[in-house]
């Protein structure tokens, strides 16, 4: 093999035909509206479980803290996977977490098992965090140029997952009557075989010569600005999201909310969180992936603002509306900046770095969240979300002051 053919699969990997990037497009749209109802099941019903079974009130929200750890746990073994198997085989080990996370819940519920219920939930945040790579597939099976478009196309796929999952558990939990919820993680195991049929028939390159050698070193990369901003801004817009939604459906039922409106106001904040993604890469084309950082920002500060201004159901609907577009913005934006920090061959480790800073970050919000809300209430929790927001829109305005590069400029390519 010559340097000229080492070159070429080193940085044009095979695409496929026109139709081929659409048909993978389109499966893995499919795929995060079914395996995003994952996340939904466990956030709707996390904390009210956990308030049930856990041996202390202050562990209500432990389980989803525990879903968040799974997540940042699990990224770098599935980046691995794909390092050297290929994404399609990381995103099957990936579906089999996802049956053993509803088939473990439902077990946990009928036993009556806190610490079961936790392990369930550490499964389904392995889960979770194979979906969320969904996105960074569908950016390698396009040109350049489509990237950004096709990064929001598949993160489109959540608006319907924002249908499924509140709806799953609306019309599932009471369908056992000694055992409420447990119907529902059934229910979520078939979910998550469906979406492994549909991601069967995705066409994916395979890892190149180059990829699975590994590029640069990580110390490397991850010293590089721009990583760090996209990284900083990522884990802050999603550690907020996941911040405020754990301590939402809680808050509710202490402000004395029925468990329909919690699911209905969770059934709006992710249909929020993904609708926008229809046309998020287009903004990010026309206007860069920074301008589109600070929007998201801004608006989840003004979520709780929002929630500051009263406890009423639409305060709280308001709140988690406005909290799933500002983190529909800030995550894809800083995803699109992470896609402008590495070189074809380094793809797969760096998403996979990112993702373990975003989800570690998340890790330390889930775990607060509880306590704040059973100690301080939840105008404390909307209080505290400030600090870190600040911080990321502080580092995107110096960032800003510093000499523009173009988005099509790779840092040592």
């Not at 709140?319 to 577009?325: A, K, P, R, Y």
Request: proline share 5%.
């Amino acid at each position: 093999m010559t340097n000229a053919s080492i070159s070429s699969e080193q940085h044009a990997p095979d695409i496929g035909s026109r139709r081929e990037q659409r048909g993978n497009i389109i499966r893995l749209s499919l795929a995060q509206a079914l395996a995003g109802a994952n996340s939904t099941v466990i956030y709707a019903t996390g904390a009210i479980i956990g308030a049930t079974l856990a041996p202390d009130k202050a562990l209500a929200t432990l389980p989803i803290s525990i879903f968040v750890v799974g997540m940042a746990a699990c990224i770098l073994p599935t980046g691995m996977i794909a390092r050297h198997h290929g994404r399609r085989a990381a995103f099957l080990a990936g579906t089999v977490t996802g049956v053993l996370s509803g088939l473990i819940a439902a077990l946990a519920v009928i036993m009556g098992s806190f610490w079961l219920f936790c392990l369930a939930t550490f499964f389904g945040g392995s889960y979770a965090a194979v979906v969320l790579s969904f996105r960074f597939a569908a950016a390698d099976c396009v040109e350049p140029e489509w990237r950004p478009r096709a990064l929001s196309i598949v993160m489109a796929g959540g608006v319907a997952a924002g249908v499924v999952g509140p709806q799953l558990v609306t019309y599932t939990m009471n369908l056992w009557p000694p055992h409420m919820f447990a119907a529902t993680f059934i229910a979520q195991a078939g979910v998550a075989i469906l979406s492994a049929i549909v991601l069967a028939g995705v066409r994916l390159p395979m890892p190149t010569i180059a990829e699975r050698s590994g590029g640069r070193p990580l110390s490397v990369i991850a010293r590089q600005p721009r990583f760090i901003i996209a990284a900083l801004c990522g884990a802050v817009s999603y550690m907020l999201m996941n911040f405020l939604m754990t301590a939402a459906p809680l808050a509710m039922r202490m402000c004395g909310h029925s468990q329909e409106s919690s699911n209905l106001g969770l059934q709006w904040h992710v249909i929020a969180m993904y609708a926008p993604s229809f046309f998020t890469g287009r903004l990010i084309t026309r206007f860069g992936a920074g301008r589109v950082v600070a929007v998201g920002l801004a608006l989840i500060g003004v979520s709780s603002a929002v929630g500051l201004a009263g406890i009423d159901v639409a305060h709280f609907w308001a709140t988690l509306i406005l909290l799933g577009v500002g983190w529909n913005f800030g995550f894809i934006g800083a995803s699109a900046l992470v896609l402008e920090c590495h070189r074809p061959e380094e793809k797969t480790k760096v998403q996979a770095l990112n993702d373990f800073l975003v989800f570690g970050t998340m890790a330390v919000g889930s775990f607060s969240s509880g306590g704040l809300l059973a100690s301080h209430g939840w105008s404390s929790v909307l209080w505290v979300s400030f600090a870190p927001l600040a911080l990321a829109v502080a580092a995107l305005g110096l960032a800003a002051m510093a000499r523009p590069v173009p988005s099509t400029e790779r840092e040592g390519a």
